[in-house]
């Protein structure tokens, strides 16, 4: 157990650093003014497929996905973001952590009031427990990816800023006997 807990300090540390590095190269070009943060949280619904074993997985709503985002505008309607979620992801009766860092692309679209992201993602497992037993992760595998693509409504109340958000999160790689696929919805505040 011991050996479980320090193997997921490392990773969390490990997340972070990489997210601290890749922030602090984007937030250091000429243009840093025209970077802003963002922060999220919103709810997965799971759901895997391709399945290797005959298993019968149910899909299953999280309410765990925690998310910073440095965005930095590229031009006017087109921007770049480093995204780092904390989220739940896995059918019913799993609970699978993941810290996940995602470079995405964004473009502002119809006079900047929805926007559209798309990208990869890599995911690193914090967590794993099978009926709230936690597991010693032999079954998955430590890391995960695949792309997403999502849509934003901008609101805008006085000078703040938020996004309603729904993204498309598609597993490429068989993290145990499937792949995984994540409907996210969320609430994002610019900073």
Request: glycine letters at 6%; one cysteine or more; hydrophobic letters at 35%.
């Amino acid at each position: 157990m011991k050996n479980i807990k320090k193997t997921i300090q490392c990773k969390t540390v490990i997340t972070l650093l990489l997210f601290i590095g890749a922030l602090n190269v984007c937030s250091s070009q000429e243009t840093s003014k025209r970077v802003k943060y963002e922060l999220s949280y919103g709810v997965n619904l799971n759901d895997v497929y391709n399945h290797v074993n005959d298993i019968n997985f149910q899909k299953r709503i999280s309410p765990v996905l925690i998310g910073f985002s440095l965005n930095k505008k590229l031009s006017n309607n087109t921007q770049i973001y480093l995204e780092l979620e904390y989220s739940r992801k896995g059918p019913k009766n799993h609970v699978i952590d993941y810290f996940t860092i995602s470079p995405m692309f964004g473009r502002d679209i119809i006079n900047d009031h929805f926007r559209v992201v798309a990208g990869p993602y890599l995911s690193i497992l914090n967590k794993y427990k099978i009926n709230g037993i936690v597991s010693n992760h032999d079954e998955l595998k430590q890391i995960d990816f695949g792309v997403q693509l999502g849509i934003a409504k901008k609101i805008q109340v006085k000078k703040r800023i938020f996004y309603i958000a729904s993204q498309f999160e598609l597993g490429l790689y068989e993290y145990s006997f499937s792949k995984h696929q994540v409907l996210q919805f969320k609430i994002t505040y610019e900073i």
